[in-house]
């Protein structure tokens, strides 16, 4: 309101205080003048109230018969107000009402079209240019505040979307560190806790076996924080003597490493692999040997002592199939009731387009299934 207020002294010094008293009555026209000026203070704030005490003075100065002065000019400034700071139907009504102005004022001020044709035609057209230039250019002020609001508002949504992105990045990344965190601590650990009872009932009769026991523990103890270290290496920057280089993550070239850890732990394994291998991306690769690795550490812990497992991989012409079976306790096994493995197992096979379905097996024992398209893997 300020530079209004402004806007609105200025007129009222210079056309109100300096014209009123050249025109007749002067009391008249210096109320109708300051009326015109106060209300043009509150031009932006309230457009339409303003304008309507504009027109409304303006009327008024039609109907007493007083003169034209140079404070008028305070209607186009209103005018101008409400075009752009009034809602779209105040700015019409606005330049309805500044064309009435106009033919009343023509009818008037100006001498009739029987006295002079040339001089009212001329005004008529001086006066209608003029309300439409007041009007035109409050209508352009409009324009370009709904395109500065518009580009701020994409603006604002694109801080948004990308916060959205980063958020959802984010949670993703947790994600995937959570299931990769899963499967590396579940199978090592479950390696470990097998080789540890194992080497504590065999301690008393074969010293030799609970050595190799131990052996085992300390390898798969190491093998699992050289995974965790490879897996949270990007997390941080590595320092010291390391060259902060992050190691390949396992996938389909180390499962014979994997199903020996797992002999070593004490499950009978067999791998069989039939088709050319195809080598796959390496996060299609990664995500089917995290697949097979919950499968062996699930036969691990549930298929019981005397169990068997077996890990079949078809390299096909548009698919790797995969199948981990075994001959245990299937569904008369004993469960943890977290079911976060079968979760993770799906969650990564999805991912790429793939499948993973488990259950017990018709002749006992249980089955994982995997299907991945080559193509969704690219």
Same mark, same amino acid.
Request: hydrophobic share 45%; proline share 5%.
């Given at each position: 309101?300020?530079?209004?207020? @402004? ?41 339409? #109230? ?18 034209? %002065?140079?404070?008028?000019?305070? &209607? ?19 330049? /309805? ?16 079209? #029987? ?24 209508? @352009? ?7 500065? /609001?518009?580009?701020? #508002? ?7 979307? =990308? $916060? ?39 301690? $008393?009769? $074969?010293?030799?076996?609970? +050595?190799? /026991? +131990?052996? %085992?523990?300390?390898?798969?103890? =190491? ?6 270290? =490879?897996? &949270? ?12 280089? @992050? ?19 004490? +499950? ?17 690769? +990664?995500?089917?040997?995290? @697949? ?20 079949? &991989? ?7 199939? /995969?199948?981990?079976?075994? $001959? ?13 493995? &079968? ?11 793939? %499948?993973? %379905? ?9 089955r994982v299934d995997l299907d991945l398209p080559y193509g969704e893997g690219k």
């Open positions: 309101m300020v530079p209004d207020a @402004v806007i609105a002294l200025g007129v009222f010094v210079t056309m109100v205080l300096f014209s009123a008293a050249a025109f007749d009555p002067a009391w008249a026209h210096f109320v109708l003048g300051t009326v015109m000026c106060a209300a043009l203070v509150f031009r932006r704030v309230r457009p339409i #109230e303003s304008f309507g005490v504009l027109v409304a003075a303006g009327l008024v100065q039609w109907a007493t018969g007083l003169q034209l %002065t140079p404070y008028d000019v305070a &209607l186009l400034l209103g005018l101008y107000a409400v075009s752009a700071y009034g809602p779209r139907w105040a700015s019409r009504a606005g330049l /309805a009402a500044g064309f009435l102005g106009v033919v009343l004022g023509t009818m008037r001020y100006v001498p009739s079209i #029987e006295e002079s044709a040339e001089a009212f035609v001329a005004s008529a057209i001086g006066l209608s240019a003029t309300v439409i230039g007041a009007w035109a250019m409050g209508d @352009v002020r409009r324009t370009r505040q709904a395109y500065v /609001a518009e580009l701020v #508002e994409r603006a604002h949504q694109a801080e948004r979307e =990308r $916060d959205q992105r980063a958020q959802l990045a984010a949670a993703e990344e947790r994600s995937r560190i959570a299931r990769e965190m899963h499967d590396v601590v579940a199978h090592n650990l479950s390696v470990i806790v097998v080789q540890a009872d194992g080497g504590r009932y065999a301690g $008393d009769h $074969d010293p030799q076996a609970a +050595l190799d /026991a +131990l052996k %085992t523990i300390g390898d798969t103890g =190491r093998g699992a924080l050289a995974e965790m270290r =490879r897996l &949270l290496g990007v997390l941080r920057t590595a320092d010291g003597d390391d060259d902060g280089s @992050v190691r390949p993550q396992p996938g389909l070239g180390t499962l014979p490493e994997l199903v020996t850890s797992v002999r070593q732990a004490g +499950l009978p394994v067999e791998l069989d692999v039939a088709g050319p291998p195809r080598p796959l991306p390496p996060g299609p690769s +990664l995500a089917v040997y995290r @697949v097979i690795q919950e499968a062996l550490t699930n036969a691990l812990k549930h298929a019981g002592p005397a169990a068997r497992a077996k890990v079949a &991989l078809v390299f096909g012409t548009d698919r790797l199939t /995969a199948e981990v079976s075994d $001959d245990g306790r299937g569904a008369a096994a004993a469960s943890d009731g977290l079911g976060q493995g &079968l979760v993770g197992m799906r969650e990564r096979m999805t991912m790429y387009g793939g %499948t993973v %379905t488990a259950g017990p097996s018709s002749g006992g024992g249980w």
